[in-house]
């Protein structure tokens, strides 16, 4: 003879009942008030591909912001360097081709101390890190792209001391020239790095390398200037002149092609806030798609709520009465 249950069995059952119907009534007010279900699979009829899908393009979006906003972090960073040091060269070039067309070689050596201060500011300008990696580094952006300066002049003197007499110019062209000592002996960043392919399809632009020739020119020139004041190199005042005067035409085209270079930089970063203002509208699409799929119909939602809390209701008269009943039967 199967035996009626307990109270207190019955008391267990009507409280888990009770707790689960409060679960639902607290879930449909949500879904009520978001709009949004808690079983989008419920909702699509169960197409969780579609929702895998979107997802996954939401997803791609995401990650080629992500990158477009670290790579305009590094362009503005870059074009900001670079404006720094044409401000800093773009007052010296054409002082100094005048002083040395008058033949002021008073005016011309202060004009080249000024150059040695611009290229202290141009070789650590070039050395720039940004987020840990290189500015203008290439396959290599983690090692130091470049040495001391001190480095780099020791070696760029003892050329011209093993080069030709008074051809100390044409001896810091080929140095600073494409596969000369400059590139051999103290370039620590690699190969140019080719332009980077999205998910979304668009592309993203490089930096240039400090070996770009617009950099090698400049380089040229400011230290002819700098090495101008040296007496092993200019061992004479004429020659002295001389090497500024051939610095001094170098750093105008120098100027010019910086310039130039800073101009591109800008476009690109230009470039690549026009295609993240693209892919955040395209972002702000799909995630509306995405809450189709999850949106809740308010007035199915609204009868299921209203149907769930009369239940609820339901629920605690009945296991009302039942404690009252208890309590007299124990009585």
């Not at 449909?28 to 989008?40: D, R």
């Not at 993203?204 to 092993?232: C, I, K, Y």
């Not at 230009?270 to 799909?286: K, M, P, Y």
Request: glycine share 8%.
């Amino acid at each position: 003879m199967e035996l009626p249950p307990s109270d207190l069995s019955r008391s267990a059952a009507l409280s888990r009942q009770g707790s689960a119907l409060s679960r639902q009534v607290q879930t449909l007010a949500t879904e009520l008030t978001s709009g949004l279900s808690s079983q989008p699979s419920r909702v699509n009829g169960g197409e969780a591909a579609k929702l895998h899908i979107t997802d996954t393009y939401l997803t791609r979006l995401q990650a080629d912001r992500a990158v477009l906003a670290t790579a305009d972090e590094r362009f503005g960073a870059a074009r900001r360097t670079l404006e720094t040091i044409q401000s800093e060269i773009s007052p010296i070039s054409a002082g100094l081709l005048a002083a040395t067309e008058a033949g002021d070689a008073a005016r011309a050596n202060i004009l080249a101390q000024d150059a040695s201060s611009a290229l202290e500011l141009t070789w650590s300008g070039l050395s720039t890190s940004y987020g840990g990696r290189a500015l203008f580094g290439g396959t290599e952006p983690n090692l130091p792209i470049l040495p001391a300066l001190e480095t780099m002049l020791t070696s760029a003197k003892a050329a011209i001391a093993g080069g030709p007499a008074d051809s100390a110019f044409d001896t810091l062209q080929t140095f600073f020239a494409e596969g000369g000592a400059f590139e051999l002996l103290h370039w620590g960043g690699g190969a140019a790095i080719e332009g980077l392919t999205l998910a979304s399809g668009h592309t993203v632009g490089q930096l240039p390398t400090a070996l770009d020739p617009a950099f090698r020119e400049m380089l040229t020139a400011l230290v002819g200037a700098h090495l101008s004041q040296d007496a092993a190199v200019a061992t004479t005042p004429e020659a002295a002149l001389a090497l500024q005067a051939q610095s001094a035409e170098a750093l105008i085209t120098a100027d010019t092609n910086l310039v130039t270079l800073t101009a591109a930089v800008g476009g690109e970063q230009g470039r690549l806030g026009a295609i993240d203002t693209l892919l955040a509208a395209e972002e702000s699409t799909v995630e509306m798609t995405r809450a189709a799929l999850f949106s809740a119909d308010p007035y199915e939602t609204a009868a299921a709520l209203t149907e769930a809390e009369a239940r609820l209701e339901a629920l605690y008269t009945i296991t009302s009465r039942l404690s009252r009943l208890s309590l007299s039967r124990y009585l």
